[in-house]
T-cell receptor
Framework: AQKITQTQPGMFVQEKEAVTLDCTYDTSDPSYGLFWYKQPSSGEMIFLIYQGSYDQQNATEGRYSLNFQKARKSANLVISASQLGDSAMYFCAMKPGGFKTIFGAGTRLFVKA | EAQVTQNPRYLITVTGKKLTVTCSQNMNHEYMSWYRQDPGLGLRQIYYSMNVEVTDKGDVPEGYKVSRKEKRNFPLILESPSPNQTSLYFC???????????????FGPGTRLTVL
């Protein structure tokens, strides 16, 4: 079954520290894309970062990096130097083999001052 | 401004009264999709479309219909809404350029639907 699992319903991090949000996936398709989206309290969905299954290097976008471990089927999001504005819901998503998109249940991140 | 728009943003209706939520994008994207978001379940895909007149079911299509008669529009139709369709609905679009379907999706602002 194709599935995304985010095991951390909520997490706290101190401002300026790094935090890792976990994501594991399951698919039998050899070609897939992995995404992370942020949903602040205002409700909009914001794209953060993408990793392709054939990409050799881990993706990075500013303070966001994706720790991609293909053999373990994990795609954890690392946020460096957390800011108060990073407090939000974070969703991991997968597009296995093309057109369907599967989201995880999300992790709510709280950044403490 | 490149955007995905949804209307209405908020809707309260009664069981069985047909409704349509509109979605429009101005980025000439081929791919469009509808999701519903429920607490503890994340986003679940209802339907998606790869281009005009090409649609397919997502994971939770029961009780919903869609159409894609124009590239920019992808309305979601609830012909007989029920209370279990109370949810936050998102429309999204993305290009399918370069033979890849792995482009990021651009989301609309969401429609909060309550069915009494």
């Amino acid at each position: 079954a194709q599935k995304i699992t985010q095991t951390q319903p909520g997490m706290f991090v101190q401002e300026k520290e790094a935090v890792t949000l976990d994501c594991t996936y399951d698919t039998s398709d050899p070609s897939y894309g992995l995404f992370w989206y942020k949903q602040p309290s205002s409700g909009e969905m914001i794209f953060l970062i993408y990793q392709g299954s054939y990409d050799q290097q881990n993706a990075t976008e500013g303070r966001y990096s994706l720790n991609f471990q293909k053999a373990r089927k994990s795609a954890n999001l690392v946020i460096s130097a957390s800011q108060l504005g990073d407090s939000a819901m974070y969703f991991c998503a997968m597009k296995p083999g093309g057109f369907k998109t599967i989201f995880g249940a999300g992790t709510r991140l709280f950044v403490k001052a | 401004e490149a955007q995905v728009t949804q209307n209405p943003r908020y809707l309260i209706t009664v069981t069985g009264k047909k409704l349509t939520v509109t979605c429009s994008q101005n980025m000439n994207h081929e791919y469009m999709s509808w999701y519903r978001q429920d607490p503890g379940l994340g986003l679940r895909q209802i339907y998606y479309s790869m281009n005009v007149e090409v649609t397919d079911k997502g994971d939770v299509p029961e009780g919903y219909k869609v159409s894609r008669k124009e590239k920019r529009n992808f309305p979601l139709i609830l012909e007989s809404p029920s209370p279990n369709q109370t949810s936050l609905y998102f429309c999204a679009s993305s290009p399918l350029g370069g033979g890849s379907s792995y482009n990021e999706q651009f989301f609309g602002p969401g429609t909060r639907l309550t069915v009494l």
